[in-house]
């Protein structure tokens, strides 16, 4: 028995051990729309709590688009055209349009990535594409804190002065924030460095309901929540893809409203009861473009930890094919080995403002407590497997038949699309 794991642009096919039950997690299944364009105009048209967008566009005499950097899978392809294409339509001028990278505190993404960023080249021909930069601070409007946390609110200039203000993005799991999409796109996607650097500070991260696939009750959520409403006029466009990524729902309108429709689609899809616990559990980071670097890996080991049996191996294959991360990130990890996770975890719950990428390090802590973690990963030097901090192999078959053994339990949980798939532990009913 085979089982392929999303990994690079491609599958990792694992030969399953004979000694292994294999439970195989997926969400459930996401029809394709059969003319994903035509959808896109439909939700252009008929929108959720606002006017459609030839009616939102109309005497404007500005617009500003966001969309997300290259690590998110969004088929820009299918929007930005006829999204641009309505607005000049109503009289905005192609030069008073921008495109806006919400990179967040990622790096920018240029030339051929920028390219294959859009998919689009009458986009690149006709409107501005930019990146965001959050350190750039004259880049930014100053509005204030927000009430309850004192979140310092720092927002990209070309969005806070755009006559017409729209979010593009992914809805899927994401392991803070509940959701991916909608207001996250603002921020921290266009936020200043200081309003993305508390975000991911430990009172938000520690945070035991900043987790994935909930909002009530979610620090981060709500702070965005309140970030958007503090802008003013937002509308969004939320896509949902299935496992071929291919586009299976769109949804557009009002920012808060498009994408609270766009997360009931897709909530019951993507998390999947699960009636036990497992010793051994084998995941991905989702593929390209979310495995490019053991930065984004962390995500795909904290998602299917409500299913890992306290003391359990989690098996991760991942293609790092830019190696571990940003400088920042690099640094972060060398604390994190050198100091071990309790005395890390120790220098970052009294900082207001998390330094760069080093959030990333502390969401590791959490597979780490509960069990060991086994890393699959064909693009990392030997540095930096030393500075990932967890247990590397060369056989992810291997790897599960060790498990088995040291467990002397022959169930393995397989969930192949990662992080895109939420298992969640629930005791069967009587």
């Known amino acids: 028995m085979q089982i392929a794991l999303s990994f690079g642009r491609g599958h990792l096919d694992v030969d399953v051990p004979e000694t292994a039950i294999a439970t195989v997690i997926r969400k459930r299944a996401l029809d394709c729309l059969a003319d994903p364009r035509g959808a896109v105009r439909e939700a252009l048209e008929t929108p959720v709590g606002s006017a459609p967008l030839s009616r939102l566009a109309a005497g404007r005499k500005s617009a500003c688009i966001l969309i997300c ?14 999204m641009i294409e309505t607005m000049m339509a109503a009289g905005i001028p192609a030069a008073a349009i921008v495109v806006l990278v919400a990179t967040g505190l990622h790096r920018p993404n240029e030339g051929a990535e920028l390219a294959e960023l859009i998919g689009d080249p009458w986009v690149l021909e006709h409107v501005r594409v930019e990146n965001h930069f959050a350190r750039d601070d004259a880049a930014h409007v100053d509005l204030g804190f927000t009430e309850g946390r004192r979140t310092p609110i720092g927002i990209d200039r070309r969005f806070i002065e755009a006559d017409l203000r729209i979010a593009t993005g992914l809805v899927e799991p994401h392991f803070m924030a509940g959701w991916s999409g909608g207001r996250k796109v603002v921020a921290p996607g266009v936020a200043h460095h200081t309003t993305i650097r508390t975000f991911h500070s430990a009172r938000f991260m520690e945070d035991p309901l900043a987790v994935q696939c909930n909002l009530v009750g979610n620090p981060l959520h709500e702070d965005q929540l309140e970030i958007v409403r503090r802008i003013g006029e937002i509308y969004a466009l939320n896509t949902v893809l299935t496992e071929a990524r291919a586009l299976a729902y769109v949804s557009f309108g009002e920012i808060i409203e498009s994408h609270l429709d766009a997360v009931r689609f897709v909530s019951d899809v993507t998390k999947i009861a699960v009636p036990r616990r497992f010793k051994t559990v084998v995941t991905s980071s989702a593929g390209y473009p979310l495995d490019k670097t053991y930065y984004q890996t962390v995500k795909g080991m904290v998602t299917p930890l409500d299913i890992l049996s306290p003391g359990g191996t989690l098996i991760i294959a991942s293609e790092c094919s ?38 990333q390090s ?10 060991r973690v086994a890393l699959y990963a ?32 022959p169930h393995v949980a397989f969930v192949p699309e990662g992080p895109y798939v939420v298992p969640v532990y629930r005791v069967p009913a009587a």
């Open 362 to 371: 502390e969401m590791q802590l959490k597979p780490m407590r509960l069990g």
């Open 378 to 409: 064909t693009g990392l030097d030997a540095e930096a497997r030393r500075l990932t901090g967890v247990m590397q192999i060369e056989s992810v078959t291997a790897a599960i038949a060790d498990s088995i053994q040291r467990s002397s339990d």
């Open 69 to 82: 950097d290259i690590t998110r899978p969004v088929p820009n392809h299918l929007f930005l055209r006829p």
């Open 322 to 359: 830019e190696g571990i991360g940003s400088a920042a990130f690099r640094a972060s990890q060398e604390r994190l080995v050198a100091l071990g996770a309790d005395r890390f975890l120790a220098t970052l719950s009294a900082k207001s403002l998390a330094d760069i990428d080093e959030w």
